[in-house]
């Protein structure tokens, strides 16, 4: 496992600093542990480039609060969090709309399926569900990334409400869906839909390496991809 730096690990590759250095290390060692699960505590810090001292400190406050707990002596998320997630009430409907559709999507493609979500200028993987084994686009639940490469970020802008956001992407909105490929990493292609159900906006996606995508992806996943946002949009509407 390559180290990451914690700016990394705390916003899924999209380099993040709230100015708070103790929150902006707590938010990467629980992001960690939400991508890699159990994990020692060399793990973590290799995983997050935080010093050893430091990891060890911020493990046994999370424990403190149920943050994070420890299952045969690995550290893993503490169900406090699982409680609060409960209380999440914006997209809480979306994300429990998507996970059969996700599933269905993996399923028809044999790739990765996520949701996504716009924060400011970034978005956020919301659910995601991976191809069982092999070579995979793994993209962890609340991993961040910007607005400007990938296309979940061409679907979110071009389904924007705001005007000027949708200027450039006449093309996304006719066909009534976006592609990427090597564009958010290299080597990965993404083909995605807007979900749109009052005033819920989201991308659906699915992912997976260039050389089993091709550089057209779109021209095999689109209608998979556009029949899983319609499904994703009743399920809202059952909610």
Not at 212 to 236: F, H, M, T
């Amino acid at each position: 496992m390559l180290s990451k730096s914690v700016d990394d690990a705390a916003s899924g590759g999209n380099p993040t600093r709230s100015g708070v250095g103790v929150l902006d290390k707590s938010v990467a060692v629980l992001s960690f542990l939400s991508a890699e699960g159990a994990s020692s505590l060399s793990g973590v810090v290799e995983g997050t480039g935080i010093p050893r001292p430091t990891a060890h400190r911020l493990l046994s406050a999370l424990e403190t609060h149920h943050l994070v707990a420890r299952r045969e002596g690995r550290y893993v998320l503490g169900a406090r969090l699982l409680g609060w997630a409960s209380r999440v009430e914006s997209g809480a409907g979306l994300v429990e709309a998507a996970r059969p559709a996700l599933e269905w999507l993996v399923g028809e493609t044999g790739e990765s399926a996520q949701l996504y979500v716009r924060e400011g200028e970034n978005r956020v993987c919301v659910a995601s569900r991976e191809r069982a084994s092999g070579l995979r686009d793994t993209v962890p639940v609340g991993a961040v990334m910007p607005l400007s490469v990938g296309s979940a970020a061409k679907v979110l802008l071009a389904w924007s409400p705001e005007p000027a956001e949708r200027v450039g992407f006449e093309t996304e909105r006719g066909r009534g869906w976006a592609e990427s490929v090597a564009e958010r990493e290299r080597g990965v292609a993404s083909v995605s839909a807007p979900v749109v159900s009052g005033g819920t906006l989201a991308a659906v996606s699915v992912s997976g390496p260039v050389s089993r995508l091709g550089e057209k992806p779109g021209e095999r996943l689109s209608e998979l991809v556009l029949r899983a946002a319609r499904e994703i949009e009743g399920g809202i509407a059952e909610v």
